[in-house]
């Protein structure tokens, strides 16, 4: 997934391979993550596509199956591994995730501690800003979770940057080799008061803690035991609003000539430019935003903390 | 011509329902919403039974019914629920949280949050309802909060609360489940366009109300029966204002609502330059108009819940033949001619509009001069730009001034011990207004 | 401030009268209420107004000082009068107010209790709800207060509609004469749970109830008080966002004919559509509107229930 | 060009400064914040008098200082603070309330509250800056945060707490108080673009950076001294990166920093039907932008507080003589021609613009066939409508998929005992962005 060895890197020149892992894009609300086996084929409501069609193309190429239907054929990222990832547990998504990495201070060689593991979204990202030379210890508190996500940091290339363990950190905290280590750690747990002392002693001076929780009194309660040894504690809520365009244009009652104020029956107007006598206006333009309504109205709060500098 | 002179005051102390009301059926804790006239004749439709409503009438608004099996077959019983309602899971000590983020707990299951925020995105891109997608989140996910055991029980002994029907709830209801029909208008906008435009008793106020009726019956609302709503409109059909008669008004506040094509309110006496109404067959039209819409829509269902929660419950949306007799009080009558002459030698109060296929400037060019001076006015849209080429051609026409475009954002929150959150769902826009005051032209 | 008088209703007939209160708009910034009074005078830094000059005049005219600057003399409103009133308290605004009477269900003839009067912001706007023939009984702790809401309710013409009360609702609750009368009841308490026992005293079956609080942990604990004899208890808030109209293009680089790509130093076009030679062009519109980026962040929850029918 | 070759990872557990180490220095608890370049001779001023940053040389970021009056004059000094930072009044019983609504206290005083809601609505008509109105906040308000006694005290005894500059600091000082130079990105949408743009190490990432070179600087900060950050610019003269100066860059992250006029990355042999540049004097441009780009900014000022509250606390923005003998490396230099050929035919492996003046659409499809196929983009505007006709058109020309407009919305809340609600205060706006996966072309 990461260009860490260069001839991964996206390239005019570069084509893919058998084995590569590829992003097959149906339509925004359908994707999937497939590796690239000479004699295997896709089958979906488009048609079956045979993967040896696929070597030798390049990423974002539109690739046909034997009936005509057709389908993209990405290159992975983590965003785009955030919307086909398996769900093990409710999962981070992006701008939650963007903004603890950029809070957190994370830059390539930072070493960071996440608890828990969950669906390995926010892992993901995390392996990406620490790349190519730091490292993400990453713990659950389920076995099997654990080995499932060891296996995703397999297939997606990260395993060299990612390592899993199975721990109880609320219960037991972190390990203690880790102590001292940390440039950041991240919790996600439901009672993060429990694991907070921890965090501090594996963090370095000035290191940065950050917890994510939905309830409020989650927060109130992680606060005030971050107090003690931390400083700089700031609480976010951060939400996306999304868009939709459309092309079409309103209806300027007045445009039809000479008729008098509204006389005629309206009639909805084509929202098509695509005939041939489309009239200038001095109305809105033809393409129109408009935000979303439904939208997710909440995710979780995001307290960061950084640790006190006593030294 | 809206002098203050004594009214009937319907909503003075009708703190019960009578024949011919119209009431709110809030079925089993907002799973199910029907609004209903009331009438000895009248049946709801639960499960594959019809119930009367006849054990409704005379009772309190806020009472609860619930449905009982007696020998001529099920019927509705008046009852006083116990404190379950609130279904609150009560841990006091704030250790216990939300379970939606224990992964100690959790099993691992890809169902259990199968739906998720990036899906709902996705779902809206191909084209699903808001209420297809509230349906599929009741579906998916484990944590959904109507989702209790006392939610599934419900079903085998549905509870029917009784409300009365105000702006609000009938605002909320559509929004919910016909967003569409209402131009996605939320009840939190619409309370801005009700201030904003300063409607208060004896006003005479202009609306252009593309949103079903809505807007009208909001406004009549606030009128209680004093001055008058105009519900104005371009061209030879008036605009459908069905949802005006989910209002419980009674003749006093009816007939203070009347309609009128645009064309009317101008004249060539008044000195405002219009040109007459060409419309030769405007007799003919009004007449095709005025069956649409004095057809009676005394049952409407809005139900809220996914199928397989209410299975048992099959929407009853046609309305029984006796609701006809208790057909509610004209309303929406055209202008009468005295009336409109008042209008042009006083000028509206204020001005709203909800048009949101129409280009905002174009209409309120045109409409702009039948407002007197000083008069506020407030425009919904779902689109900025129109607003904005407005709120900027008044400015240089020196039209109106105190201008401003603004964009309610609504919140809702679960409050509930050691669980207090924003509600993971939200309604993420509730359009635009642009809001002023007219100023004298010269 | 209201029609109540149909004689002192907005119209092209009706002008500026001695004994009017106007409001006087220099900008949206700068608005003061005014009683039109025959020899005074108003100055500011525009000039010497003379209110003689006013008089006969319409609402929303123009009138200019002796040294030629202006103003306009709009009809008061409640949402005006909000933009003018002395703050003896932080006020509620237009996006709370218009929330809470919607949701609390008020129209004209109903019966409202409020505490605090406060300023008396939101007091105006329950007035205008319940005219008119209905009431608003409104109780603040400070005798003080209580007669400067007063006094504008006389000028704003308001008091036949409004009772001004001194009491402490918290300690003693409402009036008991008024039990059983309030169709409606609004709380604006540092701690609403005191008076919300009273508070379902005074309601009629079915009522409704408003508390507006700043802090979470007023709004829980007034939700848990509620839940004893109230029902559908429901917490909003609401925040109005504005924006920023402006006139002006967006740089189109390859505007400059025949220029090779980006080859010219750039210059920003003049942001105004005045000169004679504007081309058309594909690009935005000349009209653009944006968020304002500094707002209200938070001014209160709102928790509505509504009293139980247990009759 | 951008192999996996080991660098020098400035990153990597440098947490103590250096000489000729860039620092942010937060004064009285973000009163305020200067960006500086420690050296043995550089000065900070404080009240009227300079103090020497010698003692911050070699100490742990997050160390504290305050100044102290030695024999030579005031010094700063390291010292260990108490708990008091936190500054919380904790009152255990959940009864005391946030003072701010508790009428019964408060005393009429029209000055107590006298900047409201609307008062900054009104002072943002009339084309206040942000920081003009955060200062009237903190003058007009008793309850503002800040203000509180404590406070008041730093004034006479200032501390400086010493920080270490990542993107994310430097976003915020500037948003807060030169929000037009960094076009109003907010550090959530900065956030946003990088991840959108899958920036990662080895990456070769062409920006538009119309943001003062913040932008830049973020993208190269992911990189860590891998791959390559692309500054590309319309027209003559490059766009001006001294944000870029502020990160604590060592060279080979600077060098990883390289810039380029758009028409130089295009050229008849890459088969992309691009002309040359036509630019005949480019070379005489190029060394006057240079001399531009290369001007030292090593002190920069950002203060938050208000006058009134740090009136001892002069602002000190130019930087003292000695200052320029650590100058920081060269950033920004002119692309090589392989490294240009390289891109050529590899093409960038994503893109991002943050261009609030250029209309998105006309650049987008100059700038596109620059990319890699399946190479995400992320574009940052002020404005929805560019963003939608831009959006509008790759679909039309099946550019790309994938694509969304999105707006972030931050809150911040404050959280202590009983007093917990969001800030009062806050950022509305962010911006927009357009992101999404190019295509290939056939």
Known sequence: ?311 | MSANKPQSDLFESLRSTWEGCSVLLDINDGDRLVFARLSAGATLKIGNKNCSLQPLLGCPFGSFFRVENGTQGPYLSRYTPSTEGNNVLEKGDGQSIDELRDNRALVDNNKAQSLTGEDINEMRRLGATGDEIVEALIANSATFEKKTVFSQQKKYAPIVLLRRPFTRSICEAYLKKYPTRIGFLRMDTLSLLLSMANVSANSDVLVVDMVGGLLTGAVAERLGGTGYVCNTYIGGSPYPMDIARIFNFGDEICKRIVRSPLTDLFSVQNGLQKPVSQDSDSCNMESQSNDRISSPVSMEEVSLASENVITDLIPESTSSPVIKMSKPAKLGEKAPQEIISSWKEHGFSCLIIAAPELDTWSLVKEIFPLMSNSAPFAIYHQYLQPLATCMHNLQLGKMAIGMQISEPWLREYQVLPSRTHPCMRMNAFGGYILSGTKISPN
Chains 1, 3 share one sequence.
């Open chain 1, 1 to 311: 997934m990461l260009p860490i060895d260069s001839t991964k890197k996206l390239s005019f020149t570069r084509c893919i391979r058998d084995g590569d892992l590829v992003i097959v894009y149906e339509r925004y609300d359908n994707m999937k993550a497939i590796e690239v086996c000479d004699g295997s084929v896709l089958e979906n409501r488009f048609g079956v596509f045979k993967h040896s069609d696929w070597v030798g193309k390049q990423f974002g190429s539109k690739v046909f199956s034997t009936k005509g239907g057709f389908v993209y054929l990405l290159a992975p990222t983590p965003e785009l591994w955030t919307l086909v990832l398996s769900h093990r547990t409710q999962i981070l998504y992006i701008a939650d995730i963007s903004f603890v990495i950029m809070f957190l201070e994370i830059v390539p060689g930072c070493l960071v501690l996440e608890s828990g593991t969950g669906s390995g979204s926010l892992t993901t990202s995390l392996a990406r800003a620490v790349a190519p030379k730091g490292h993400v210890y990453t713990f659950d508190f389920h076995e099997q979770r654990a080995v499932s996500a060891r296996e995703d940091f397999e297939k997606t290339g990260l395993s060299n940057l990612v390592t899993v363990g199975v721990r109880d950190i609320q219960g037991e905290g972190f390990p203690d080799e880790l102590s001292g280590m940390a440039d950041s750690v991240f919790l996600d747990l439901p009672q993060p008061w429990l694991a907070i002392p921890s965090a501090g002693k594996m963090l370095k001076q000035d290191g940065i803690l950050c917890s994510f929780s939905p309830c409020i009194e989650q927060v109130e309660r992680a606060s005030e035991t971050m107090r003690s040894s931390f400083t700089d504690i700031r609480t976010f809520e951060i939400l996306l609003r999304t868009y939709e365009v459309r092309e079409g244009k309103l209806d300027d009652f007045q445009g039809d000539e000479a008729a008098s104020l509204g006389s005629l029956p309206r009639k909805r107007r084509q929202r098509s430019n695509e005939g041939s006598n489309v009239r200038e206006t001095t109305g809105p333009p033809t393409v129109m935003a408009r935000p979303c309504s439904e939208a997710k109205g909440h995710t979780g709060y995001l307290t960061f903390a950084r640790l006190k500098c006593l030294s």
